[in-house]
């Protein structure tokens, strides 16, 4: 397994999606596409978000491996296919903010991984609120870039607990990497520091049911 | 000795007096004069009062009236949204498809309402302050401007899977770019910084920045009469440190995510360096964290001059007290004084 994932690494890095898709097909002789997913496809990614992480990938080739992979993985696995991984509702913002490329990311690793969620572009705090009451999101995914859109996830904290809702924030982005003890004075549950992270935090926030203790 | 001077000192590679220290305030003029910043960037004449009182307040050496970054897209018809606590951003993108850059064409300096006002700014600060301090004026590089043009998705798309249009693209933003920047100098500015922060290792990966990014950055900065500091914004300069020595700046900014010192060294004698304060941090600083940053930030790359000091990111959030911006100046004044003890 560890060679198809260097081999699947290597591939998305030279964006090669033909030797990608070679690779998946192959394996899907003895694995199931979420297996696939599981075992090639998440592990690959993942190493790819600890690179960048490390400064030795860069952003660019996150998002067209992220991109590649849930071309992939829709092919094999469609979005409503009950072999996805059971997990609570779950959905992805961009708060105030027109940079969407950090949800793209995270969105595309998270559907490569096997998972799926509501996409729920860019909303303000109130739209949020209500969108996350009307379709019973227990996983909120929020990605910024400006440090004032990343302090607004303390007053969507506060108007969610107000609404009663057991929401489990999971953020990202720009403000929370340069500043590591940010997402804690915001209210969030959690933070990723790249989308690798964010799908092992989902894992965890699945098991709990969405907010982590 | 002035601002100018010992600018002109760090940048000759010399230890002037002190440490040079550069309080990119953009927006902070606005608490200054009690605006919103929506008010306070609608006229220039608030600008200039605004980095005056700034300078005054604070003693630093240099004058940033810098407007937004939103307002280079102004000029090819985008719009901007303005917040109450934060920098203007660009709303919804100008090119919706990728074939619109086919037909794209660079707008006249003078045709733009926003760019005439942030020259006029530079022009009175110019005849307020005369060689007192550098005045630094603002170009976003041709090859990062797209992020505002039409989106980063789509525009890393581009650049991966259309070189034909990024290269046109990139030949109108050329034009456009050494344009703004060599308008700003006419008017007074003293040097340009040359924001650029998808040429960083953080966005893309250096054998690709080689192709593309650098070649850019090339044919612009040739195009720019007057010194030129390359930024990248937060952005990793470290893996391709020497691509941006080769371009001849004068100043290289810092990110807060870097080492200083290592970075210090790899450009001594041949570039200053100019950071790296944590500007998202700086929120959150007291008064003495911020003198200890300071002290640490010295004590890496003070040595032998070729130093600034300054945040990492280009701008100080609005959110960074007056308490924190006094701490930060008065320990550069403090403990940024040469000939530094060993």
Same mark, same amino acid.
């Given at each position: 397994?560890?060679?198809?994932?260097?081999?699947?690494?290597?591939?998305?890095?030279?964006?090669?999606?033909?030797?990608?898709?070679?690779?998946?097909?192959?394996?899907?002789?003895?694995?199931?596409?979420?297996?696939?997913?599981?075992?090639?496809?998440?592990?690959?990614?993942?190493?790819?978000?600890?690179?960048?992480?490390?400064?030795?990938?860069?952003?660019?080739?996150?998002?067209?491996?992220?991109?590649?992979?849930?071309?992939?993985?829709?092919?094999?696995?469609?979005?409503?296919?009950?072999?996805?991984?059971?997990?609570?509702?779950?959905?992805?913002?961009?708060?105030?903010?027109?940079?969407?490329?950090?949800?793209?990311?995270?969105?595309?690793?998270?559907?490569?991984?096997?998972?799926?969620?509501?996409?729920?572009?860019?909303?303000?705090?109130?739209?949020?609120?209500?969108?996350?009451?009307?379709?019973?999101?227990?996983?909120?995914?929020?990605?910024?870039?400006?440090?004032?859109?990343?302090?607004?996830?303390?007053?969507?904290?506060?108007?969610?607990?107000?609404?009663?809702?057991?929401?489990?924030?999971?953020?990202?982005?720009?403000?929370?990497?340069?500043?590591?003890?940010?997402?804690?004075?915001?209210?969030?549950?959690?933070?990723?520091?790249?989308?690798?992270?964010?799908?092992?935090?989902?894992?965890?926030?699945?098991?709990?049911?969405?907010?982590?203790? | 000795?002035?601002?100018?001077?010992?600018?002109?000192?760090?940048?000759?590679?010399?230890?002037?007096?002190?440490?040079?220290?550069?309080?990119?305030?953009?927006?902070?003029?606005?608490?200054?004069?009690?605006?919103?910043?929506?008010?306070?960037?609608?006229?220039?004449?608030?600008?200039?009062?605004?980095?005056?009182?700034?300078?005054?307040?604070?003693?630093?050496?240099?004058?940033?009236?810098?407007?937004?970054?939103?307002?280079?897209?102004?000029?090819?018809?985008?719009?901007?949204?303005?917040?109450?606590?934060?920098?203007?951003?660009?709303?919804?993108?100008?090119?919706?498809?990728?074939?619109?850059?086919?037909?794209?064409?660079?707008?006249?300096?003078?045709?733009?309402?926003?760019?005439?006002?942030?020259?006029?700014?530079?022009?009175?600060?110019?005849?307020?302050?005369?060689?007192?301090?550098?005045?630094?004026?603002?170009?976003?590089?041709?090859?990062?401007?797209?992020?505002?043009?039409?989106?980063?998705?789509?525009?890393?798309?581009?650049?991966?899977?259309?070189?034909?249009?990024?290269?046109?693209?990139?030949?109108?933003?050329?034009?456009?770019?050494?344009?703004?920047?060599?308008?700003?100098?006419?008017?007074?500015?003293?040097?340009?910084?040359?924001?650029?922060?998808?040429?960083?290792?953080?966005?893309?990966?250096?054998?690709?920045?080689?192709?593309?990014?650098?070649?850019?950055?090339?044919?612009?900065?040739?195009?720019?009469?007057?010194?030129?500091?390359?930024?990248?914004?937060?952005?990793?300069?470290?893996?391709?440190?020497?691509?941006?020595?080769?371009?001849?700046?004068?100043?290289?900014?810092?990110?807060?995510?870097?080492?200083?010192?290592?970075?210090?060294?790899?450009?001594?004698?041949?570039?200053?360096?100019?950071?790296?304060?944590?500007?998202?941090?700086?929120?959150?600083?007291? !008064?003495? $964290?911020?003198?200890?940053? /300071?002290?640490? =930030?010295? @004590?890496? +790359? *003070?040595?032998?001059? &070729?130093?600034?000091?300054?945040?990492?990111?280009?701008?100080? !959030?609005? $959110?960074?007290?007056?308490? /924190?911006?006094? =701490?930060? @100046?008065? +320990? *550069?004044?403090?403990? &940024?004084?040469?000939?530094?003890?060993?």
């Amino acid at each position: 397994m560890q060679e198809a994932i260097d081999l699947f690494e290597r591939a998305l890095l030279n964006l090669d999606r033909v030797e990608a898709g070679r690779i998946l097909a192959e394996a899907s002789a003895s694995l199931t596409p979420m297996a696939m997913a599981a075992t090639i496809v998440a592990p690959a990614l993942e190493r790819i978000g600890n690179a960048w992480q490390n400064g030795d990938a860069a952003l660019s080739e996150v998002y067209m491996s992220g991109r590649i992979c849930e071309e992939l993985i829709d092919a094999i696995l469609p979005p409503a296919d009950p072999g996805r991984i059971a997990q609570p509702k779950m959905a992805i913002t961009v708060l105030r903010d027109y940079h969407m490329l950090g949800k793209r990311i995270v969105y595309a690793v998270l559907r490569s991984s096997g998972y799926e969620l509501l996409d729920y572009g860019r909303a303000s705090v109130d739209e949020l609120v209500e969108r996350v009451l009307e379709d019973g999101v227990k996983i909120l995914l929020i990605s910024t870039l400006m440090y004032p859109s990343a302090l607004e996830v303390k007053e969507l904290r506060a108007k969610l607990d107000r609404a009663g809702a057991e929401v489990g924030i999971l953020v990202g982005g720009a403000p929370f990497n340069m500043d590591r003890e940010l997402w804690r004075s915001v209210g969030a549950d959690a933070m990723g520091l790249d989308a690798a992270e964010a799908v092992s935090l989902v894992e965890q926030m699945t098991q709990a049911g969405g907010r982590l203790a | 000795m002035t601002s100018l001077e010992r600018v002109q000192a760090t940048l000759g590679h010399r230890e002037p007096d002190r440490v040079p220290l550069f309080l990119m305030l953009t927006m902070h003029g606005a608490k200054e004069l009690g605006l919103t910043i929506r008010e306070y960037f609608a006229k220039a004449e608030r600008v200039v009062e605004g980095q005056l009182r700034l300078r005054a307040k604070y003693g630093h050496d240099c004058l940033c009236p810098f407007f937004y970054a939103a307002l280079e897209v102004e000029a090819w018809g985008g719009e901007v949204v303005f917040r109450e606590d934060g920098p203007a951003n660009s709303g919804e993108p100008i090119i919706k498809k990728p074939e619109q850059i086919l037909e794209l064409a660079p707008p006249g300096i003078e045709e733009s309402t926003g760019l005439c006002k942030a020259l006029r700014a530079i022009e009175m600060l110019k005849s307020r302050l005369g060689e007192e301090a550098p005045i630094i004026g603002v170009a976003i590089g041709p090859f990062s401007l797209p992020v505002m043009q039409m989106g980063f998705e789509p525009y890393l798309d581009l650049m991966y899977e259309r070189a034909d249009l990024f290269e046109r693209l990139m030949w109108v933003n050329e034009v456009f770019s050494a344009n703004w920047a060599n308008a700003q100098l006419d008017a007074g500015a003293t040097a340009i910084c040359y924001f650029d922060p998808v040429s960083s290792t953080t966005i893309t990966p250096r054998d690709r920045f080689t192709r593309t990014g650098l070649q850019v950055a090339q044919r612009t900065l040739q195009r720019i009469h007057g010194p030129v500091a390359v930024h990248l914004a937060s952005g990793r300069c470290l893996p391709i440190l020497e691509d941006l020595i080769e371009l001849g700046p004068a100043v290289i900014g810092v990110g807060p995510l870097e080492d200083l010192a290592t970075i210090k060294a790899a450009c001594r004698g041949r570039a200053a360096v100019l950071g790296n304060l944590n500007g998202v941090e700086m929120c959150r600083w007291s !008064p003495q $964290q911020a003198e200890t940053v /300071v002290r640490e =930030a010295l @004590a890496k +790359a *003070a040595s032998g001059g &070729g130093f600034i000091l300054s945040d990492g990111h280009g701008e100080i !959030p609005f $959110q960074v007290t007056e308490e /924190v911006l006094m =701490a930060i @100046a008065s +320990a *550069a004044r403090r403990w &940024g004084t040469y000939p530094r003890e060993p």
